[in-house]
Structure formats: structure tokens, C-alpha cells
DNA sequence: CCCGTTCCGTGAATCGTTTCAAGGTCCCTA
DNA sequence: TAGGGACCTTGAAACGATTCACGGAACGGG
């Protein structure tokens, strides 16, 4: 069915090895040969079978790539820079989505352990020190994306969401917003709950009061909307809403515009993230950008390093556009 | 490293082929052997080996999955409902993006056939009948999804992207709006071009003058923005538009509102995929929808079942909302 | 008590590739 | 012409799981 490196040989008459040198190490072959096997190869259509390299070398030359949804663009923006890093290194991705099921992210999990992975990418949910210290101990460095789970020892990239938090908070404050709502979805992961914190410590600090925080089973547009109707429902806004994420800022911005109400001049409203929405919503997002390729990038480089406990921050950046200017 | 199924045998106290019935084949084997055996088997922290197990079974229990560009949420849905599908069947899918590059394309499919995985299923880009038919030669049954390619042997999964063209044109034009304009991406892929003949053929079929059309070099908001940017600086409108898909129209709309265009009153806008975002868009979308998880669904089980020259082809639904209507 | 069955477990062969020690040519130099 | 490199090529031993023909044990019926 599928020509192997032993049909291959004896069509261009060498042996196997010589077959196996000139996919491998072809500068140690000699012109003719080389041509010769290449021709055999061509001729049956020969491809490697991935399964008995990486059983003979022991481990194969992919990653793992466990993030929660692949619906998200944060989560497709850092799944892309971890690509284009792995492929300039020569190695291949291997996705998969978690949905923030741990059941789902163990089974991710078993799988990509049983591929053989050279190494875990990972936006952890349920993930417990036990399996991180097998997976380690199975020789496979794990490092965590966009949040760590406490206790757990692997590396990790991560954005200072409490200072994004703050940032954002700051800028409403100095526009001169002090009644403010905040809106998030429950239950809260890490980095929403870091967020909100740094927008509180910052209120807090300027002597004001706690915003009003509002939460959402989602982290769409849709969840935006129905955040935006209750606000709106309570008969009195706020003049400036933190966003958890940008997805959520759409939403509302929208309903709010629907509703008559102006944005920025009636509320401000400030998002999360920068995706590439933001900047074409109806009213273009301010919004606090992470730098979601680069935590790709960075994290696998950490994993083919196989670098110990280290612990990147990144640092978020304001966009300042329209909905709060 | 990591554990065998020898190792596991030893601590065990039996044969390797035991432990491997412990895991195939677990009713052949008495119970306190079982028992001892799955013990060892979770003291030793064992993975199975999947390189050495697809070596010798001669396939993996993967299915390849290779789309364009999963940023789009029109993909990931299609990808979701092929990965739900494959789950129930015992299989895994390794993922891949074209980026609607040819030559990644051809990397992805190399790396997926090297894998071995035992089917494929592919919105096409550059894909040539050789190419394909040595997959299939090579065992590995191919399923287009989306699109199909001229003059190549394989089963696809589509929608009858001409009928979707037809019903958002009839839909306009039941409306009274007959001054209308076509926003689509430059290069046109076949499913684009088709939804704007569909239009057309039914526009012309009612003995309308064809729409403008209006090209812009990608299928995103930012693009849908350039568009109507176009259009309003004509000076005179048209009373509405027909988008290639969602995420323009989103654009478009989003330019409307913002130069104090009334939608739907002085133009209606009709998308076309219906993603999620639709919904929850300033001014729900009215759009053509597809049966995106069907897509993926229909085209996992042609794969799984190696059919042979099938071409289903679904029907678009029409989804009337505010921005038409 | 013997034979046939059923139930379990064994161990060696096998999948396709990589690796490496060993051997073979050829050419250059002394 | 012998000796020594440099350069190529070979062949066999792994890697870890699956499979299957075979054999031992236990049991029941005649």
C-alpha cells in the first residue's frame, strides 16, 4: 500500500541505510546515489512513516498545543505565534482544545502524551501538580500560557493582567469616569479575577469607590449584550465600563449604541486583549492589548529549551481608540 | 523514561502480551491478573507508546483535519463539528491551517500523511488530482469540505453556496430594495464567486440590473469597513447590500451606523454564514446560514467510512434579523 | 479415569526507521 | 608499491506494541 524505505532501496539498488542517509544526512551521500534515490522515491511515493522514526529516536518532532478554545481569537493569535516558531524550528504542532473542561483537557492530555511530544503548551484548567510532575518526569517540559496554576513547578508566560487592570481603570479615572461597572464572566479564571483586581487596587488607591460588577456565563458578545440590557435595565449607567475582554466590550458597546445611549460621550467603554474586532467595532475599541503572539512565541521557546522554572511577565499595553477618549 | 509495557509486565508478574490484552482486549483476561496488571500499570505512571502501536497496526487512530484559517469562526465550527464527531468513533484529529497558502498546504498534508493518520478531510487550496490520488493510493481516504476541486476523485461535503447567493438576492428584492451592491474578497475562492452567481443569476432572473461589485483583499471587518467607506464616498448609496460573509457585513455595517446611516431603513445588509457574532452585531445580521457543524460532522463520517465518489451537497438556511427585513 | 472444552497466558515474530561499527574503494604520498 | 586517509556504503540491532499459534490448567461428562 505504502512504499517503505526498503522498497525504496531496492528500486534504486542500495541498502536501506544509504536510504535512510540520504533523507537524513545527504551531504553524506554521493551526487549519484543521492540522485538515484531521489528518483526512486519520487517514482513510488514514498513518505516517511512519522510512527517508526519517532519510535526508533524516541520522541517525535512535534509540540503540544492545549489551549481552552480555538473560537477565541486571543487563543488563535498565540496558537499562531507558537507555530511560527516551532516551524522555524523544525517542528510540527499538534492542537488541541480543552473548552475549559478538565475532563476534557486529561483526555487532551493522554493523547498528547501517547503521541510522544516533545513538549506541553498549555492554558491550564483542571491540570493538578501530579500529572505536570509525570509529564515531566516522562521527559516532557511543560510550560503554561496565559496563566499558572499555583504549586505547579513549570515554566510559564503570562501577562501582568493586574497592571493591564489597572491601566484601564486609570484611564477611565482620568477622563473623568468615577461611576463605574465592571463587566466579567462567571466562574472567573486567573486572569479575569487578576484584572479586575488591578482595576480595583487602582480605584481604591484614587480614593474611590468599588465599581459595580456585573457577571456574564460567557466571554462573548452575546454575554456584552445581556450585561449592557441589565445595565441599562437598572434605570441609571455608569459613565465608564471595564471590560473583561474584548469579545464581552463588543457586545456591550453594540447594545448601548442600540440603545441610543453615546459612546464615548454618554460611557466609556474599555476592553481586553486587541483583538483584531477591537479596532473595527462600531464605535473602535480603547482597549488594553496583550501581546498574544509573543507569549506564543515565547512559550515555545521556553518548551524546546527545556528551560527550569523560569517565569516570564510580559507587559500589557492602553490603546487608546474611540470608545474611551 | 518513561515506562514500557515490558516494564509493566515485570512488576506485574506476566508476559508483555498479557499486558497487552489488559489493554485491547480486557474480557480475555481473568480478573486478578487484570487487577495486577492495570496496579502496575498506574504505579509506573505507563503511557501507551502510540508511535509503536500505529507502527505495527500500519495506521493511527487520527484523522487529519486541514482548513484554511482557523481564525475564522465559520472553520471552527465546521472543525468542532468533525472533532465530535471523531471523538464518538474513537479517534483524534490532528489539526491543521493552510492559511490559503498552496505551499503550506502541501506541508500540512505531507506532515499529515507522515503521521499516518487515517483520513483526511480538507477545504482545498491549491490541491492537485496527482496529489490526491496518492493519498488514496497510500490507503488514506479524502473528503473535501466547503469546496470542491474540478476534476478530482473525491467525496465532498458542501452547501449549495448558489442557493444561499439566490435567497439573499430574493430577500432584498421581496424588500423592494433594488439598487443594490456585492461586497466580496479579491481573489474570489469558489464558494464566493458562487454566492455572488446565485445572486446575480436571481437578480437578472427578475430582470434587475446586476449590483455593483465592490472587492476588497480579505474576508474581515476591517475589509467590510474599507468597503463601505467605498461606497459612501460614491455619494450616492445603494438601498442595500449583499456580503460575502458575515464578517464583512459586520464591517459594513459597523461604517454605516457610524456615518449616520439608518440600517436597515436606508440600507439593508445581508451577510452570509450566520456565525455567532451575527446575532449579537449593533444591528443583527440578517444572513444566509450554513450547517457549519453538519459540514464537519457529514464529512468525518465519509471519511471513517472510505466512501467512494459521494457528493452531498446541504442547503443553505435564510436567517431573517433586523439588518434586512 | 480419559477425553474434550474452555479459559488464560506465553513468547516470538513483526511493523519501518535510525544508527553505528565495520568494511570497501579510491587516491595521494612516501 | 605499500600505507594511510577520505569518502561511501552496508547490514544488523534496536525502538515498543500487537498478534497469534500454541500450550497448560481446570473442569465436566461419559
Known sequence: MRASIREVARRAGVSVGTVSNVLNRPEQVAEATRVRVLAAIDELGFVRNEAARALRKGSGRTLGVLVEDLANPYFTDVARGAEAALNAGGFDVLWCTSDGSPEKERRCLDFLEEQGVSGLIVTPVGL????????????????????????????????????????????????????????????????LRQRRAGALRALTQAGRTAPLTIAEPALSPAAGRRAAQRLLDFGTLPDGILCANDLIAIGVVNELVRAGVKVPQDVAVVGYDDIELAASAVVPLTTVRQPRRDLGRIATELALADAEGRHIVLAPELVVRESAS
Chains 1, 2 share one sequence.
Open 128 to 191: 493538578d501538580a501530579r500529572r505536570v510532575a509525570r509529564l515531566r518526569a516522562h521527559g516532557i517540559p511543560v510550560v503554561f500560557v496565559d496563566r499558572r496554576i499555583a504549586g505547579v513547578n513549570a515554566c510559564s508566560v503570562t501577562v501582568d493582567h493586574v497592571a493591564g487592570g489597572r491601566l484601564a481603570a486609570e484611564h477611565l479615572t482620568a477622563l473623568g469616569r468615577h461611576d463605574l461597572a465592571f463587566v466579567t464572566a462567571e466562574p472567573e479564571t486567573p486572569p
